[in-house]
């Protein structure tokens, strides 16, 4: 009886730790990324000073992205996320000028009400548009004139529900478009989107004031068209007072196999209204992914750009080569992107 009573406590011993293991594994997780990339353009100088006029990677030549480190801690069913970023693309997305020193991407708490609904209070990404900031989520490196034209952040309260197996709503208040710490004018904006299986309709509304952004419904899904083909969505418009942006994109992307794929990114986008000169943009990006250990993801991508306004570019001039204005811009870019 002695024997087993002391192995009894043995076993006993091994599977609490065991538990307490996991649960210690389960409050805490680190993870980010890190990525750099060349860019050349084919169709003008490197040295115009000429961009898409899309945000991030806007520099020629060798150049480096962001790094960011996520840290995540749960205890029970609340938990907050610190999510720090630096280098140019994290400046750009945080509306920093300080690119050396860490910026705040996200910083929020959270409370699992229940099974279905979830508190989150704080600074957090947008939930509009189809790409992110952090370009390991995104197939294409370069990003859209959609998703650089809508906010990047938001500081604020939302609750996500949901709804049912397929359905789910979340519900947003918030400081104005890209306020990214307080709001000094007394001006809320608000924000709202209903999920059914992978799809998505978004709402935002500010009162357009200081800087804002005004009104925007967007649309962001896909569809699995086969198990190697799939189609991603985006469609949006804005409106601020009579002025903005609308326009669609389409992502087809193929798997070739467990380690490479192929994506293009088909956009077109318009401003409207009478403080714009209804100046629109075709964009065609087409990229190339491949893994390396499941880690490093190697982007090689061409990217041309159409552009109808009368000045060449949809937010600033256009060069060719010879230096003489132009409505397209082409570019080379070889971009290299670490996740952990």
């Known amino acids: 009886m002695k024997k087993i009573f002391t192995l009894t406590l043995f076993l006993m011993s091994i599977v609490l730790t065991a538990q307490d293991s996991t649960a210690v594994a389960k409050k805490f997780k680190l993870s980010g990324s890190v990525d750099a990339y060349?860019?050349?353009y084919l169709s003008a100088p490197d040295d115009a000073g000429v961009t898409f006029g899309t945000a991030f990677a806007d520099q020629t030549g060798f150049a480096v992205g962001m790094g960011n480190i996520i840290a995540s801690y749960e205890s029970g069913k609340v938990g907050a996320v610190l999510d720090l970023v630096v280098g140019p693309r994290g400046a750009g997305a945080t509306f920093s000028s300080d690119i050396v020193d860490g910026i705040v991407n996200q910083a929020y708490a959270y409370w699992n009400v229940s099974e279905s609904t979830t508190l989150t209070f704080g600074r957090f990404n947008t939930f509009l548009g189809y790409e992110v900031i952090a370009p390991a989520a995104n197939f294409n490196y370069s990003t859209s004139y959609l998703?650089?034209?809508g906010p990047f952040s938001h500081v604020g309260l939302k609750a996500d529900f949901d709804l049912s197996e397929d359905f789910s709503l979340m519900l947003a208040v918030m400081n104005p478009w890209d306020t990214n710490n307080t709001s000094t004018t007394g001006e809320y904006s608000f924000g709202a989107q209903l999920g059914y299986s992978g799809q998505f309709l978004n709402l935002y509304y500010d009162s357009g004031n200081n800087g804002g952004l005004g009104f925007?419904?967007?649309?962001?899904?896909?569809?699995d068209l086969s198990d190697e083909f799939f189609l991603g969505i985006n469609a949006a418009y804005n409106d601020n007072d009579g002025s903005g942006f609308y326009g669609a994109a389409l992502y087809p992307q193929y798997t070739t196999s467990d380690d490479f794929s192929i994506g293009l990114r088909g956009e077109y986008f318009a401003l409207h209204g009478d403080a714009n000169n209804d100046e629109s943009a075709?964009?065609?990006?087409?990229?190339?992914?491949y893994t390396v250990d499941s880690n490093l993801i190697i982007k090689p991508e061409l990217r041309v750009d159409s552009l109808t306004d009368a000045d060449g570019g949809l937010y600033g001039n256009v060069l060719d080569n010879d230096g003489a204005p132009a409505s397209s811009l082409s570019a080379f870019t070889l971009a290299a992107i670490y996740t952990f």
Not at 216 to 222: C, H, L, P, R, W
């Open 38 to 40: 060349y860019q050349t």
């Open 147 to 149: 998703f650089s034209s």
């Open 282 to 289: 075709l964009g065609l990006t087409l990229t190339g992914s």
């Open 216 to 223: 925007e419904i967007d649309y962001t899904g896909g569809f």
